[in-house]
């Protein structure tokens, strides 16, 4: 049984290991300076006659970034706000249900929430419907349950002794929560907040009818804009080489995007267990 | 007196430190964050029904069993992509369900302590992969891969079934099947693996002592014990599954229509969405958004499902991220 199961690990890690090489291989080929400040090149095969520019994603990093900003600084307040509220007040049916259906949330596919962005601008906005305000939205919406739940399990984490030493100093509860508990809870709470935004960094689904992607750079919020997983979305099934290259460039710096977001939570989730354990 | 409250000042009885309006408001406030996501929900089936609405007037309920989807002549109908999400989930779970039990198993019973935390930090590398990425290997090393050696092999030897016959483009619901197989793992693997740790010793210990086998003991006295939460965890795949759109997009190959072959083009829920919908006006846009509203109700439904049977196991706290 032992070498069935081992197989079994075989067969999950052999594409894991086959999309990390392909993606360092091709991506590291065509990163440089100007891969990061031009903008889309003209496409262009490898042939006799011409030379391929090989252009850069310049204008879906500054996308993705503004989108990235903006949508985390509309939802993770708002998270956070749930968050407690599901954590402090957890009696009665409209906590459970709160807390069922942001976990329900969380595990809907992310194109819906697009769709439903699109279909609400159809409505109020005719004429933004493809726009960055759209994609903001449209991410707000993916991160907002997510940062509810890990916030408020990182305040279920805080000691009830600690809340009553507090309310038994005559702090009221809203200082209670807001200073003592959230301050505890910090790392958590961070930790939920750096996690959405790597998950969210790299959603394509719920920008394809919102922000649209744009080849040129652009950083208004009515018109669309670019983001770097778009790029990779349609430079992949695009028949030119040198569209090609840049998209595999772009899945490596996401890739290093998320493996550092990654490596920053591990290390906050580390500290936050080596202070316990000195306390405990 | 035997405590220090103010005698006669309002409200102190109800409240000795008088601070009710910072707690009512701080009450309220965050209590309206947390309707706003109810409100959420309940906003997103109500504006895409009013976009739906056209196309739900012109077609009704025929409309998921209609089988032609032709913006030319106008006619729409979700039966194409309601086959391909069933074909490629269904694929999706035969292949990946059993790898991901391997794995958990591997990893809750037979695997050295010294070697189980990393090994699990790189299984779960697998969910941290964007799914576009999936889609762009999928484009330049899956699809070339099935098309030049695994489907011809399997046309080969197992070509007298229908669903192995007919042209092999690489393209197509067998290799969409695949690769929603390899991004369920994660996920199927990871709840696995808890459900199986969550099972107390005493059942393993009892079940060697009767004098079972190292597999029997795990079959009797493990496995049988998180049936349930290993039921959660592929229900919770089958969520993912359902929902997975763009690494499917890449590499099913954009028709829209049913074939009876496993190596032809088809289309999902969810991919005819991510495909059509940026050039789509009038009518078409409104029965795209009747299949986004279709895909929503049933990938709730789905994820309720799951996150209930998830919830019976670890109870209500457990499992905050999916």
């Given at each position: 049984?032992?070498?069935?199961t081992?197989?079994?690990?075989?067969?999950?890690?052999?594409p894991l290991?086959?999309?990390?090489?392909s993606?360092?291989?091709?991506g590291g080929?065509?990163?440089n300076?100007?891969?990061?400040?031009?903008?889309?090149?003209a496409?262009?095969?490898p042939n006799?006659i011409?030379?391929?520019?090989q252009?850069?994603?310049?204008q879906?990093?500054?996308?993705?970034?503004?989108?990235l900003?903006?949508?985390?600084?509309?939802?993770?307040?708002?998270?956070?706000?749930?968050g407690?509220y599901?954590?402090?007040?957890?009696?009665g049916?409209?906590?459970?249900?709160?807390?069922?259906?942001a976990?329900?949330?969380?595990?809907?596919?992310?194109?819906?929430?697009?769709?439903?962005?699109?279909?609400?601008?159809l409505?109020v906005?005719?004429?933004r419907?493809?726009?960055?305000l759209?994609?903001?939205l449209?991410?707000?919406?993916?991160?907002?349950?997510f940062v509810?739940r890990?916030?408020?399990?990182?305040?279920?984490?805080v000691p009830?002794?600690l809340?009553?030493?507090?309310?038994?100093?005559g702090?009221?509860?809203?200082k209670?929560?807001?200073?003592?508990?959230?301050?505890?809870?910090?790392?958590?709470?961070?930790t939920?907040?750096i996690?959405?935004?790597g998950r969210?960094?790299?959603?394509?689904?719920?920008?394809?009818?919102t922000?649209f992607g744009?080849?040129?750079?652009?950083t208004?919020?009515d018109q669309p804009?670019?983001a770097?997983?778009l790029?990779?979305?349609?430079?992949?099934?695009?028949?030119?080489?040198n569209?090609?290259a840049l998209?595999?460039?772009?899945?490596?710096?996401?890739?290093?995007?998320m493996?550092?977001?990654?490596?920053a939570?591990?290390?906050?989730l580390?500290r936050?267990?080596?202070?316990?354990?000195?306390?405990? | 007196m035997a405590?220090?409250?103010r005698?006669?000042?309002?409200?102190?009885?109800?409240n000795?430190?008088?601070?009710t309006?910072?707690d009512?408001l701080?009450?309220?406030?965050?209590?309206?964050?947390a309707?706003?996501l109810?409100a959420l929900l309940?906003?997103i089936?109500l504006?895409?029904?009013?976009?739906?609405?056209?196309s739900?007037?012109?077609?009704?309920?025929?409309?998921?069993g209609?089988?032609?989807?032709?913006?030319n002549t106008?006619?729409?109908?979700?039966?194409p992509?309601?086959?391909g999400t069933?074909?490629?989930?269904?694929?999706g779970?035969?292949?990946?369900?059993?790898?991901?039990?391997?794995i958990a198993?591997?990893?809750?019973e037979?695997?050295?302590?010294?070697?189980r935390?990393p090994?699990?930090y790189?299984?779960?590398?697998l969910?941290?992969?964007?799914?576009?990425?999936?889609?762009?290997?999928?484009?330049f090393v899956l699809?070339p891969?099935?098309?030049n050696?695994v489907?011809?092999a399997?046309?080969?030897?197992?070509?007298f079934?229908?669903i192995?016959?007919?042209p092999?483009?690489?393209?197509?619901l067998l290799?969409?099947?695949?690769i929603?197989a390899?991004?369920i793992i994660?996920?199927v693997?990871?709840?696995?693996?808890?459900?199986?740790l969550a099972?107390?010793?005493?059942?393993r210990?009892?079940?060697?002592?009767?004098g079972?086998t190292?597999?029997?003991s795990?079959?009797?006295?493990?496995?049988?014990?998180?049936?349930?939460?290993?039921?959660?965890?592929?229900i919770?795949?089958l969520g993912?599954?359902?929902?997975?759109?763009?690494?499917?997009?890449?590499?099913?190959?954009?028709?829209?229509?049913?074939?009876g072959?496993?190596?032809?083009p088809g289309n999902?829920?969810?991919?005819?969405?991510?495909?059509?919908i940026?050039?789509?006006?009038?009518?078409?846009?409104s029965?795209?958004?009747?299949?986004a509203?279709?895909?929503?109700?049933?990938t709730?439904?789905?994820?309720?499902?799951?996150?209930?049977?998830?919830?019976?196991?670890f109870?209500?706290?457990?499992?905050?991220?999916?």
């Amino acid at each position: 049984m032992m070498g069935l199961t081992v197989l079994c690990l075989g067969v999950a890690l052999v594409p894991l290991g086959s999309i990390l090489y392909s993606v360092a291989v091709q991506g590291g080929s065509v990163i440089n300076v100007d891969f990061f400040t031009q903008t889309q090149p003209a496409p262009c095969s490898p042939n006799p006659i011409t030379t391929c520019t090989q252009g850069g994603i310049g204008q879906a990093l500054v996308g993705t970034l503004l989108l990235l900003s903006l949508s985390c600084l509309i939802a993770i307040p708002l998270g956070i706000l749930t968050g407690i509220y599901l954590a402090e007040y957890g009696k009665g049916p409209l906590v459970h249900g709160v807390r069922f259906f942001a976990d329900v949330m969380t595990g809907l596919p992310s194109i819906v929430f697009g769709m439903f962005v699109y279909a609400a601008f159809l409505i109020v906005f005719p004429g933004r419907v493809f726009s960055a305000l759209a994609g903001v939205l449209a991410l707000a919406l993916l991160v907002l349950p997510f940062v509810a739940r890990t916030t408020e399990e990182s305040l279920r984490l805080v000691p009830n002794g600690l809340r009553e030493a507090a309310l038994a100093l005559g702090l009221p509860k809203y200082k209670v929560t807001g200073r003592i508990v959230l301050s505890s809870a910090r790392d958590g709470v961070v930790t939920g907040a750096i996690l959405a935004m790597g998950r969210v960094g790299g959603e394509t689904a719920p920008l394809i009818m919102t922000a649209f992607g744009n080849i040129y750079m652009s950083t208004r919020l009515d018109q669309p804009i670019g983001a770097m997983s778009l790029l990779i979305f349609y430079n992949a099934a695009s028949p030119y080489a040198n569209w090609n290259a840049l998209a595999w460039g772009a899945a490596l710096i996401l890739a290093l995007m998320m493996l550092g977001l990654s490596i920053a939570v591990r290390i906050l989730l580390r500290r936050r267990f080596r202070e316990r354990r000195i306390g405990a | 007196m035997a405590f220090p409250f103010r005698r006669g000042a309002r409200g102190a009885r109800r409240n000795p430190t008088g601070s009710t309006w910072g707690d009512t408001l701080f009450h309220l406030g965050s209590g309206a964050a947390a309707i706003v996501l109810l409100a959420l929900l309940g906003l997103i089936v109500l504006v895409l029904s009013l976009d739906a609405a056209q196309s739900i007037g012109v077609f009704g309920f025929g409309f998921l069993g209609n089988r032609i989807w032709d913006p030319n002549t106008d006619q729409f109908g979700a039966l194409p992509f309601i086959y391909g999400t069933l074909v490629t989930s269904a694929i999706g779970l035969l292949l990946g369900v059993p790898v991901s039990l391997g794995i958990a198993i591997f990893l809750a019973e037979l695997a050295p302590a010294s070697i189980r935390a990393p090994l699990t930090y790189v299984v779960e590398l697998l969910a941290a992969i964007p799914s576009v990425v999936y889609g762009l290997w999928g484009i330049f090393v899956l699809v070339p891969a099935m098309a030049n050696v695994v489907d011809p092999a399997l046309q080969s030897v197992l070509g007298f079934l229908p669903i192995f016959q007919g042209p092999v483009y690489g393209y197509g619901l067998l290799s969409a099947g695949v690769i929603l197989a390899i991004m369920i793992i994660p996920t199927v693997a990871a709840i696995s693996r808890d459900a199986l740790l969550a099972v107390p010793q005493s059942q393993r210990e009892a079940a060697l002592s009767l004098g079972a086998t190292r597999w029997e003991s795990t079959r009797m006295g493990v496995l049988r014990y998180a049936r349930s939460g290993i039921f959660g965890a592929i229900i919770l795949g089958l969520g993912r599954a359902f929902g997975e759109t763009i690494a499917v997009t890449m590499v099913i190959g954009n028709a829209n229509e049913i074939s009876g072959s496993l190596f032809a083009p088809g289309n999902t829920l969810s991919s005819v969405l991510a495909s059509n919908i940026r050039e789509a006006f009038g009518l078409q846009a409104s029965a795209l958004i009747e299949l986004a509203l279709v895909l929503f109700l049933v990938t709730l439904v789905i994820n309720a499902f799951a996150r209930i049977m998830v919830w019976r196991v670890f109870g209500e706290r457990g499992e905050a991220v999916s």
